[in-house]
């Protein structure tokens, strides 16, 4: 979703209202097949579906629904105080963007209330924090699985570029695992700027790239780090690199370019807490 | 491919005389629409395409084509003694899967010939060598990440169940990004008993598992290691377990279950280096 059309609508609104309170409840939408589609439109409601997905869903107190399908044998991952659809395991898929493995349960759901970065970090004690900064990492696959090591890894915000970041969808939310609805996801406008914030608040900030100054452990610190990663092929934007303090590289064999950037984050999110630990 | 549709035929012959051999030069195959499909049937022949994996497949004198397809702008990427079709981009990808990003070249492949274990682990000199086994891992973007970080970190082999891994496949190659034509990829019948014959040329087995015994670092061994992962999911069978010298785990948040399989290898691989390094 860009931040063009966040804006006017009441979509935005502030960060806070969207707190446990759920909207549009008086005008429930009617199921509709125009809803098969795993990003829908402009207002970002999507289809989020498998196990481990709709139950870190369920379990969000900031996640908003709008229709939840199940099967039989999924009904009881629902609390009791929603109400699921039980359809068959044919019926949901057909709602779902082809080759969706969805496990029995589906939720109709809208993007997470926006974030605000400092909001967001004062929540974890400063001095071991972790800030996951992606550069324009646009592909779900790759996004998903950094979250979900971010998640594993206790990382305090994951920080993506509001028009050049995957949107909220079901195949994020799949490769996340669940971690979409655990790890803080903070979209801001302009990395750069970000940056600079993070520094003001103290961080340490990292960047990784192939041909980074120092190693990993060199360029590693005891206090709040923020690791800054690069777009798959591209890399690392320049001006984005100019604001960190200092650029790392993982060591690896010449006879391959470069490590895959959602393995590459996991072998850095893993060195950073032996380092601290 | 599995072991029965392997032995007969002649697309299994002796692993050397594939070396270096072309074969069925004497009828090539004339373009055919229904070759449009990323894993055509039991001879495993299929298309690889993508700058990276295609490079990476060309340099490779184990691999044999049956049709090299670029377009203007990547003729340069094949060597002078072959002889690309030169199509525009469109007409490339109608002869692949849909959805293929071939990046201007594409390669009609046969898979790579089969690989002995004992032989090919005996390339390296004992003392460092890393050995990865995969207890069924059937997702092929799992794997093909695999395979990129194996190669990025030097393994020696990477070992894969016959008849529970992804045939070779564009979607395998891409997202192995050339790792595929790079890292040893030795596919066995049994992994209990591939696990014997790791432990009778002395490599210390280490199982990784969310619930493994000991963390990685603990049971990290200074010699030759083989390391086995295990499925999405299921994780590593019990008999397969049971084969190792010791159980491992990677240290991660109780707010997320476990990591990527993918995920979990590459901060493994480091580590291990890590330790011997």
Same mark, same amino acid.
């Given at each position: 979703?860009?931040?063009?059309? !966040?804006?006017?609508?009441?979509?935005?609104?502030?960060?806070?209202?969207?707190?446990?309170?759920?909207?549009?409840?008086?005008?429930?939408?009617?199921?509709?097949?125009?809803?098969?589609? =795993?990003?829908?439109?402009? %207002?970002?409601?999507?289809?989020?579906?498998?196990?481990?997905?709709?139950?870190?869903?369920?379990?969000?107190?900031?996640?908003? $629904?709008?229709?939840?399908?199940?099967?039989? &044998?999924? &009904?009881?991952?629902?609390?009791?105080?929603?109400?699921?659809?039980?359809?068959?395991? =044919?019926?949901?898929?057909?709602?779902?963007?082809?080759? %969706?493995?969805?496990?029995?349960?589906?939720?109709?759901?809208?993007?997470?209330?926006?974030?605000?970065?400092?909001?967001?970090?004062?929540?974890?004690?400063?001095? #071991?924090?972790?800030?996951?900064?992606?550069?324009?990492?646009?592909?779900?696959?790759?996004?998903?699985?950094?979250? &979900?090591?971010?998640?594993? $890894?206790?990382?305090?915000?994951?920080?993506?570029?509001? !028009?050049?970041?995957?949107?909220?969808? #079901?195949?994020?939310?799949?490769?996340? /695992? #669940?971690?979409?609805? @655990?790890?803080?996801?903070?979209? @801001?406008?302009?990395?750069?700027?970000?940056?600079?914030?993070?520094? &003001?608040? #103290? $961080?340490?900030?990292?960047?990784?790239?192939?041909?980074?100054?120092?190693?990993?452990?060199?360029?590693?610190?005891?206090?709040?780090?923020?690791?800054?990663?690069?777009?798959?092929?591209?890399?690392?934007?320049?001006?984005?690199?100019?604001?960190?303090?200092? /650029?790392?590289?993982?060591?690896?064999?010449?006879?391959?370019?470069?490590?895959?950037?959602?393995?590459?984050?996991?072998?850095? $999110?893993?060195?950073?807490?032996?380092?601290?630990?």
């Amino acid at each position: 979703m860009s931040p063009k059309e !966040r804006k006017p609508g009441p979509k935005v609104a502030g960060r806070k209202e969207h707190f446990g309170r759920p909207r549009q409840r008086d005008a429930p939408r009617p199921p509709e097949r125009r809803e098969r589609s =795993d990003q829908a439109g402009s %207002s970002g409601r999507f289809w989020l579906y498998g196990t481990h997905a709709a139950k870190a869903a369920l379990a969000n107190p900031r996640r908003k $629904f709008h229709r939840i399908l199940v099967t039989e &044998r999924t &009904r009881d991952l629902v609390p009791a105080n929603l109400s699921p659809e039980t359809l068959p395991p =044919d019926a949901i898929s057909r709602l779902l963007p082809q080759a %969706s493995v969805h496990q029995g349960i589906a939720l109709l759901c809208d993007p997470l209330p926006a974030l605000n970065l400092e909001d967001t970090v004062g929540l974890k004690p400063p001095g #071991g924090r972790l800030v996951v900064v992606l550069d324009q990492v646009t592909d779900p696959h790759n996004e998903g699985a950094i979250l &979900r090591s971010a998640a594993a $890894f206790g990382a305090a915000a994951v920080v993506v570029q509001d !028009r050049h970041a995957p949107p909220e969808s #079901g195949v994020l939310a799949k490769a996340a /695992s #669940g971690a979409l609805d @655990v790890v803080p996801r903070v979209a @801001v406008v302009n990395i750069a700027r970000t940056l600079e914030r993070l520094g &003001r608040l #103290g $961080f340490w900030r990292i960047a990784l790239a192939s041909d980074g100054d120092t190693t990993l452990s060199e360029a590693a610190a005891k206090g709040d780090v923020a690791l800054v990663l690069g777009a798959e092929g591209a890399g690392l934007r320049r001006l984005v690199r100019e604001h960190c303090d200092v /650029s790392a590289h993982i060591a690896i064999a010449d006879s391959i370019g470069s490590l895959n950037v959602s393995n590459a984050a996991a072998i850095a $999110f893993y060195e950073l807490r032996r380092i601290k630990g």
